[in-house]
């Protein structure tokens, strides 16, 4: 997914879903502002949120490869319940995900914000005028 900066985010629990409002350049100086959707969100981190985040970049990643990689932090922190989808190995967990349509997306910022989400579905809408 292009890259832009973050303007604002928020979290609903109940929903499942996260909105990230991002602006882009819109040709010459002028900008628009578009929102990044990740609906049926299954876990995530953020870090660093520096509060005034420049270049934010969303790239989608293989699910098997980022829960083998994290598979140790997650068997780990897995004691005190979190990430909730973890199902005790990197290959369970894999195949539950799987099975309900998630994908797993990177976050990082030239400058502040970085981290991953799970969930099943990430899509650009149009941004509050």
């Given at each position: 997914m292009e890259s832009?900066?973050?303007r604002d985010?928020?979290?609903d629990g109940k929903n499942?879903?996260?909105?990230f409002t991002l602006t882009r350049p819109n040709g010459?100086?002028?900008?628009?502002?578009?929102?990044?959707?990740?609906?049926?969100?299954?876990?995530?981190l953020l870090k660093?949120?520096?509060?005034?985040?420049?270049?934010?970049?969303?790239?989608?990643?293989?699910?098997?490869?980022?829960l083998g990689q994290n598979e140790a932090y997650f068997a780990r922190e897995a004691r005190w319940g979190w990430p909730r989808f973890w199902r005790g190995s990197a290959q369970?967990?894999?195949?539950?995900?799987?099975?309900?349509g998630s994908r797993v997306w990177a976050i990082s910022a030239s400058y502040g914000f970085s981290g991953w989400i799970v969930a099943g579905n990430a899509m650009y809408h149009n941004g509050p005028v």
């Open positions: 832009s900066v973050l985010y928020e979290i499942r879903t996260m909105r010459g100086d002028a900008f628009r502002s578009v929102e990044l959707v990740f609906r049926d969100v299954e876990g995530y660093r949120d520096a509060g005034s985040d420049r270049a934010l970049a969303v790239e989608e990643q293989t699910l098997t490869a980022f369970s967990t894999a195949a539950w995900l799987a099975s309900r």
